[in-house]
């Protein structure tokens, strides 16, 4: 994908400071060595994006979906991956099709579940094996770093794409 960038492996200090207003307790400050580089995409998911990877999975049979929601169809799960009734969300489903409106704004109403089913609809579009386990949604047997296919960032890789070298 053209919109994916690459960050390096590096050390940076993750959590947040004592004086940052908002902090929680658990958002201590550490050094966390990253060893493997990534790809992150450089925008968050927009709606048209979200849209048409629900459709070609609701198509392969890898999703189901009413008017109200999209669930999971892998693995025997049925968790829900995006709430298509929610006043906020923007994309709509009638007789066998997705719509949206704002295809240009980022997704809405999407739990982590429909995140990582995203992630696994991407890889399984492009032949390469899924990273999660949709019964117990593990990423690649608790080993996310070897995962061939499309993940999440765990939270540190997220943190230090994030702040892109600042503070």
Same mark, same amino acid.
């Given at each position: 994908?053209?919109?994916?960038?690459?960050?390096?492996?590096?050390?940076?200090?993750?959590?947040?400071?004592?004086?940052?207003?908002?902090?929680?307790?658990?958002?201590?400050?550490?050094?966390?060595?990253? $060893?493997?580089?990534?790809?992150?995409?450089?925008?968050?998911?927009?709606?048209?994006?979200?849209?048409?990877?629900?459709?070609?999975?609701?198509?392969?049979?890898?999703?189901?979906?009413?008017?109200?929601?999209?669930?999971?169809?892998?693995?025997?799960? $049925?968790?829900?991956?995006?709430?298509?009734?929610?006043?906020?969300?923007?994309?709509?489903?009638?007789?066998?099709?997705?719509?949206?409106?704002?295809?240009?704004?980022?997704?809405?109403?999407?739990?982590?579940?429909?995140?990582?089913?995203?992630?696994?609809?991407?890889?399984?579009?492009?032949?390469?094996?899924?990273?999660?386990?949709?019964?117990?949604?593990?990423?690649?047997?608790?080993?996310?770093?070897?995962?061939?296919?499309?993940?999440?960032?765990?939270?540190?890789?997220?943190?230090?794409?994030?702040?892109?070298?600042?503070?």
């Amino acid at each position: 994908l053209d919109d994916f960038v690459y960050v390096a492996p590096g050390t940076f200090t993750m959590g947040s400071p004592l004086s940052e207003p908002g902090r929680s307790a658990d958002e201590t400050q550490h050094q966390v060595i990253l $060893t493997h580089g990534i790809y992150v995409q450089s925008t968050e998911v927009m709606n048209q994006q979200y849209m048409e990877m629900a459709q070609w999975a609701y198509d392969q049979g890898y999703a189901t979906a009413t008017s109200t929601s999209l669930r999971d169809n892998l693995d025997g799960s $049925t968790q829900e991956l995006l709430d298509l009734d929610s006043p906020a969300c923007e994309i709509d489903f009638s007789g066998g099709v997705f719509s949206c409106v704002n295809p240009d704004h980022p997704v809405k109403e999407v739990p982590w579940y429909g995140s990582v089913a995203y992630c696994d609809w991407l890889s399984l579009q492009q032949g390469l094996p899924r990273a999660y386990n949709h019964s117990n949604w593990q990423c690649n047997g608790g080993s996310p770093y070897t995962a061939a296919g499309y993940r999440l960032p765990t939270e540190a890789e997220w943190e230090y794409a994030a702040r892109a070298g600042s503070t």
